[in-house]
């Protein structure tokens, strides 16, 4: 197995088709769902700019038959996805700072460290996660954007690379050995999955804990939550296909819990096999996981969300008749699967609306004329509905923006289109 690379074959330019299962080499791949040629999340024109040539690449989900990966059937050069100035940073979303805080927490309570111990986080960011460990233990981030800078001015040592072997030796000779390391919501992201996890076994030390986060496989089933796969996103795991990869490395799945970041990830601790007890909740997710993810799972699936495409189009179609006034709200990566795959312009959807400071205001959403302005326009503007983009965090936005001032209606998109009435209505 460990000299299984993932085999690729040679696509345009830097991309590369899937023609095997990146976990287990497997062939048997069954086509989930298409969401369309999309464009790269970040390219986006500035407002006024003439459209011109632009990149979009097919998203389509696979799913192994032996291991129950999900995967992408296009591996997009991450030199296009990710440049040097790739503009997302993990800190500006409370969940996800309030979820480190926690991990924090757990990690403490079931596998207490020394203060000379060293966590490393893999995909580190500007060091949110870290900086829940920096004032107990040693600390180390290896980043390849710039957003690492954040990080060293918070005091927090990180190398500005991407996580290869390279990166792995600086990081050990170093500091040494890590006993934890962390890769949250990266995992879906990087291309040779196999070389990642030789190069996680050759930084974590013989009695360490590997802890990964990804976007959950079957969250996304059950929300109906594709406007979560873009191509940033290799892969969709289940704990059935982690575990097979682990496994295959020889680390073993100790403890695994269903968590709520992304619209619902899984938080998975491993170690080299046997050294830690394996907890319940690995067969109790497990068998749920045997029972859930079915043929018919995946069908309903593909049928539910072409159903929310029509209905949304539907509702939007009715508020347009009217000669009514919608305005995106967020303008998170998935807005933007959202919009390319349902379809919606400038001339549906006015605008899309970001909180100031938002490096995307100023620019277009990928793929269309729709520009992204700043959120006051909401309240000035006050346009009969707004569209919740982050609308996995409906509950939270709404009583906020009503708060505020907003006298309108909101429209949920998904899992089935839906109007929230505001305090006008
Ligand atoms: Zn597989």
Same mark, same amino acid.
Not at 133 to 158: C, K, M, W, Y
Not at 259 to 288: D, N, Q
């Given at each position: ?29 069954d086509p989930v769902f ?161 070389e990642i996890m030789r ?36 892969r969709y795991y289940s ?68 159903? $929310? ?5 539907? +509702?939007?179609?009715?508020?347009? %008749? =009217? @000669?009514? &006034? ?63 983009? $982050? ?5 939270? +936005?709404?009583?906020?923006?009503? %708060? =505020? @001032?907003? &006298? ?18």
């Amino acid at each position: 197995m460990s000299d299984n690379k993932t085999k690729l074959a040679a696509g345009t330019s830097g991309s590369v088709v899937v023609e095997h299962c990146q976990v287990c080499q497997g062939t048997d791949l069954d086509p989930v769902f298409f969401a369309g040629y999309l464009p790269p999340v970040n390219e986006m024109p500035a407002i006024g700019s003439q459209p011109h040539e632009q990149p979009a690449y097919p998203a389509q989900v696979l799913r192994c038959r032996r291991c129950h990966l999900a995967q992408l059937g296009l591996v997009v050069d991450p030199a296009i996805l990710f440049p040097p100035t790739y503009p997302y940073t993990s800190g500006t979303t409370k969940i996800l700072r309030d979820n480190f805080a926690e991990l924090y927490q757990e990690v403490s309570k079931l596998y207490p460290m020394g203060k000379q111990d060293l966590v490393v986080d893999i995909g580190s960011n500007d060091g949110t996660l870290l900086s829940n460990f920096q004032p107990h233990h040693r600390d180390h981030g290896i980043e390849p954007t710039n957003a690492g800078n954040l990080a060293v001015e918070r005091g927090i040592s990180t190398l500005t690379s991407f996580f290869n072997r390279a990166a792995v030796e600086t990081t050990v000779k170093a500091h040494g050995r890590a006993k934890v390391v962390t890769a949250t919501n990266v995992f879906a992201h990087m291309e040779d999955i196999g070389e990642i996890m030789r190069c996680v076994l050759d930084l974590l030390d013989e009695d360490g804990i590997f802890i990964s986060e990804s976007h959950y496989w079957l969250a996304l089933l059950e929300t109906l939550q594709y406007d979560t796969i873009y191509h940033e996103h290799l892969r969709y795991y289940s704990l059935t296909s982690l575990k097979y990869l682990l496994e295959a490395h020889g680390l073993e799945v100790v403890r695994a819990k269903r968590i709520p970041t992304h619209g619902g990830s899984i938080r998975v601790y491993a170690a080299r096999k046997g050294k830690l007890p394996v907890h319940e909740s690995v067969s109790a997710i497990l068998a749920t996981e045997d029972r859930e993810l079915t043929d018919k799972k995946l069908a309903d699936f593909r049928h539910d969300v072409v159903r $929310s495409k029509l209905e949304l189009y539907a +509702l939007l179609a009715d508020i347009h %008749a =009217r @000669g009514q &006034k919608v305005y995106g709200v967020g303008a998170p990566s998935r807005a933007s699967t959202l919009i390319n795959y349902v379809g919606l312009d400038d001339g549906i959807l006015d605008c899309v609306l970001e909180i100031k400071g938002s490096y995307k205001i100023g620019k277009y959403i990928p793929g269309t004329l729709i520009p992204v302005l700043e959120e006051s326009r909401l309240f000035e503007d006050q346009p009969a509905y707004a569209l919740l983009l $982050s609308w996995h965090i409906a509950d939270e +936005l709404i009583p906020k923006l009503t %708060a =505020r @001032g907003f &006298k309108g209606d909101y429209i949920v998109p998904l899992p089935r289109p839906r109007i929230v009435k505001g305090k006008g209505g």
